[in-house]
């Protein structure tokens, strides 16, 4: 439940996005294709959205799974292709010591940007929670790591059955 309350807080920070573009079943049928068996290693207890962008840099919102911690900001300079900057404001104000390393920060950013996702997370079950399609929001899709037949399953959001043990959030963006 807290790492769906994690989403949920995550999403709140960023604002609409202006991209009204549909996306097709095609498109998520060669997604899924594609994505169907990658685990997502490098992000094994890592959220990660993209929260802004600019033509000079791209700020990333990174925590630990389960929505329990404060996140960091971390900009990402477009020019240099590395990052500038983890802020830990976030950490020091709820006198949180760090919980993950500054490589760990850097694997989950470098990973994400080769993916081109807006989000990535995984919980503590490994279902992988994704938004390739569209920034500053939810994920667009589930994948659970075993399929339980259930048509809509709650987990912050509702999902509805897309294609085995792929789900699509309910609230996305309809064509």
Excluded: H
């Excluded at 439940?1 to 573009?21: A, D, K, P, Q, W």
């Amino acid at each position: 439940m807290r790492f769906e309350i994690f989403i949920g807080v995550i999403v709140s920070l960023c604002s609409c996005s202006g991209n009204s573009t549909a996306i097709t079943t095609k498109e998520i049928d060669i997604f899924i294709s594609k994505y169907e068996d990658v685990k997502f290693e490098e992000f094994r207890d890592i959220s990660i959205m993209q929260r802004s962008s600019n033509l000079g840099k791209i700020v990333y919102v990174v925590g630990k799974s389960g929505g329990t911690l404060p996140v960091y900001f971390v900009t990402f300079d477009l020019q240099r292709e590395k990052i500038a900057d983890i802020n830990k404001t976030n950490l020091q104000k709820s006198n949180i010591e760090d919980y993950l390393t500054i490589n760990k920060i850097t694997n989950a950013v470098n990973a994400i940007r080769k993916y081109n996702f807006y989000f990535l997370a995984i919980d503590s079950f490994q279902n992988v929670y994704i938004n390739p399609f569209y920034a500053n929001e939810p994920p667009y899709l589930l994948r659970l790591k075993t399929f339980i037949g259930d048509s809509v399953i709650k987990k912050g959001y509702a999902y509805e059955i897309y294609n085995k043990k792929w789900y699509l959030n309910m609230t996305r963006r309809r064509n």
